[in-house]
Structure formats: structure tokens, C-alpha cells
């Protein structure tokens, strides 16, 4: 079964700097989805960002962007000139045409001032 | 425009209790889903729907029932609550079941199973 693998539980950061959370996925699937979710305090689901597994190019969303390797089943996420406003719960998922969406277990990040 | 929508926010139950936790949405959505959310595992697909009449399972099933009777509404159903169940469920919708069709999510609602 494929399975989404955030290793980190916790990353902290200062305001304005930069951070990468790290994820992990295991497939045998060659055309696929992956996804960052953020999760505040709110609880609400927040997409992000999303990557095809077909496209080379990065996806970038303002201050967010990801490195994708595919070889290596890794999708980062980074987020540039942090702000309190991004501390939350930050999920990978990954998603394919046979699969469902499939969640990481989370990272929690603290930003601070 | 509202989106997805759940109610209740929060609910308490008594062991063996049954409730319906409620989900709507408005942007014509053909492929709707349940998910809970337990601390450490992320979210679990419990139930989803590709169209009006048309369920199925996802990862975690038991103890859950579904129905589609229109577009627009999912409600999940609990027949005998269990404290095993007690948790923070999501619904979520997208326009279809392809992969990269945004899943659009609810604000949740806590469950409490004592």
C-alpha cells in the first residue's frame, strides 16, 4: 500500500526566515499527486501547494515552493520570510488515479518573533 | 459562498449512543468523502461517494454508515458510539474523483465518546 511519511514532528522557526519541512512517499505508481495541507489552530484544511509527478518543474505558490525527486519519492516544502501567520500543522498527501488521498502524520510548526 | 459545510461543531456521546454527523455542500461536487483525524496518524479516509447513490469504503470503515441521496449532502452515521470513535471527523468535496481535482474541506467536528 502506498504510504506518506512526514518524519519530523515538530520544526520551529524564526519570523522572516526560511524552513523546509520534509516528506516522504512510497509508491509504484508513475503518474500521481502530491500535496501540502495546513492546518491551523481553526482546524480548517488548507491546500497549499500541489505537484504533478509528470511535471519537472517545482510548483511555487508566493512564499511556498517544494523540491520534488522523484527518484527519491521526496517532496519538500519550504517557506521563505516566515510569518506567524504560518505557524500550524503542515500534512503531505499523496494522491493517484487508484488511490485515494493518503495523509502523512503531520509536522507542527512554530514560528517565532 | 459557503462551501463545505458540517454540523455539529462539537458533539458529546455516551458509549453505545447513535448520531448522524452532518455534511453539505454547494459548488455541485460529484465526489464527497468522510475522514477522521487522530492525534499522531493524520487523516483516515472512512467512506466517500463518487455521485448521488454511490458509496463506498476507505481505510476505516467499521462502525460508520453512509448514504448519498443527493448531490449536495453526505451525512455519516454512527450506530452504537464506541470511544474508539472519538475524534475530530472531516468531510471534504471535490468536483470529481480525479487526482487532481482540489478536495475541498469542512471546519470538522469533534467528537467526544465516553
Known amino acids: 500500500a502506498q504510504t506518506v511519511t512526514q518524519s519530523q514532528p515538530e520544526m520551529s522557526v524564526q519570523e522572516a526566515e526560511t524552513v523546509t519541512l520534509s516528506c516522504t512517499y512510497d509508491t509504484s505508481e508513475s503518474d500521481y499527486y502530491l500535496f501540502w495541507y495546513k492546518q491551523p489552530p481553526s482546524r480548517q484544511m488548507i491546500l497549499v501547494i500541489r505537484?504533478?509527478?509528470?511535471?519537472?518543474q517545482n510548483a511555487t505558490e508566493n512564499r511556498f515552493s517544494v523540491n520534488f525527486q522523484k527518484a527519491a519519492k521526496s517532496f519538500s516544502l519550504k517557506i521563505s520570510d516566515s510569518q506567524l501567520g504560518d505557524a500550524a500543522m503542515y500534512f503531505c498527501a499523496y494522491r493517484s488515479y487508484t488511490d485515494k488521498l493518503i495523509f502523512g502524520t503531520g509536522t507542527r510548526l512554530q514560528v517565532f518573533p | 459562498n459557503a462551501g463545505v459545510t458540517q454540523t455539529p461543531k462539537f458533539q458529546v456521546l455516551k458509549t453505545g449512543q447513535s448520531m448522524t454527523l452532518q455534511c453539505a455542500q454547494d459548488m455541485n461536487h460529484e465526489y464527497m468523502s468522510w475522514y477522521r483525524q487522530d492525534p499522531g496518524m493524520g487523516l483516515r479516509l472512512i467512506h466517500y461517494?463518487?455521485?448521488?447513490?454511490?458509496?463506498d469504503q476507505g481505510e476505516v470503515p467499521n462502525g460508520y454508515n453512509v448514504s448519498r441521496s443527493t448531490t449536495e449532502d453526505f451525512p455519516l452515521r454512527l450506530l452504537s458510539a464506541a470511544p474508539s470513535q472519538t475524534s475530530v471527523y472531516f468531510c471534504?468535496?471535490?468536483?470529481?474523483?480525479?487526482?487532481?481535482?482540489?478536495?475541498?474541506f469542512g471546519p470538522g467536528t469533534r467528537l467526544t465518546v465516553l
Open positions: 505537484q504533478e509527478a509528470y511535471k519537472q
Open positions: 471534504a468535496s471535490s468536483s470529481s474523483s480525479g487526482p487532481a481535482d482540489t478536495q475541498y
Open positions: 461517494s463518487v455521485g448521488a447513490g454511490i458509496t
